[in-house]
């Protein structure tokens, strides 16, 4: 099964990434992890990603998609494997398709978790994270139970400086300007399949395996 995992931030991809790469034994693919991989390793391709953030550019598209070959080619890949994080507009999503074509592995379904941008911006900003033990509540959706206090371990939580509502309003505007037009991309090849991202952790997860099941 070799798919793509579309959402905006705090859509849910990375969530429901974990819990269908463990169901599915197949690898999700996240292109920062390559990044950071990649650089830490001291690859060919390490290299010439480190050197363009290093000067403060970004990291090429004809590099991402040279990692992504290199990772798609493991055994663990054999499989299929879900792909988060990329592509994120319709220039990397024409350059994947052209590198699958010469592998003859084409995509065979894209999963898309559709979410409200107002639900979106209240699942982020409401975002608390325990500075002891990590735990993340939502003020709005999944509160602890004493304001400010982790209900595990009694520690202190706080709001992340990224998750204000300004830079997260920017950051959905990005995604609704470059990403959010893969969705029309991916329907011209048949290859889309919408799935409603509220609800129930375990409910959307249901509803992306049933579409996973069908790809």
């Known amino acids: 099964m070799r798919t793509v995992l579309l959402g905006a931030p705090g859509s849910g991809k990375g969530t429901q990434g974990v819990v269908l790469s463990k169901k599915y034994d197949i690898p999700q693919i996240s292109t920062g992890d390559l990044l950071r991989a990649a650089v830490t ?23 991402v998609i040279g990692l992504i070959r290199e990772r798609i080619s493991h055994d663990d890949a054999t499989n299929g494997y879900i792909l988060d994080g990329f592509p994120r507009n319709i ?21 898309l978790l559709d979410v409200a941008f107002e639900e979106l911006l209240q699942r982020l900003t409401g975002r608390r994270t325990c500075k002891d033990c990590g735990a993340i509540y939502n003020v709005h959706l999944s509160p ?17 400086a990224d998750d ?40 959307i997860t249901d509803a992306v395996c049933a579409a996973f099941d069908t790809i």
């Open 41 to 63: 390793e001291g690859s060919e391709l390490g290299k010439q990603a480190k050197a363009a953030m290093d000067a403060g550019a970004l990291v090429s598209d004809e590099i």
């Open 91 to 111: 220039p990397q999503a024409k350059a994947l398709d052209t590198m699958l074509e010469e592998l003859n592995q084409p995509l065979q379904g894209v999963v």
């Open 144 to 160: 602890p139970q004493r304001e400010d206090e982790c209900d595990s371990c009694h520690g202190p939580l706080f709001q992340r």
């Open 164 to 203: 204000n509502a300004e830079t997260i309003g920017n950051r959905l505007n990005v995604y609704q300007e470059q990403t959010a037009p893969l969705v029309e991309f991916y329907q011209s090849q048949n290859k889309l399949h919408s799935i409603a991202g509220v609800g129930h952790v375990d409910a």
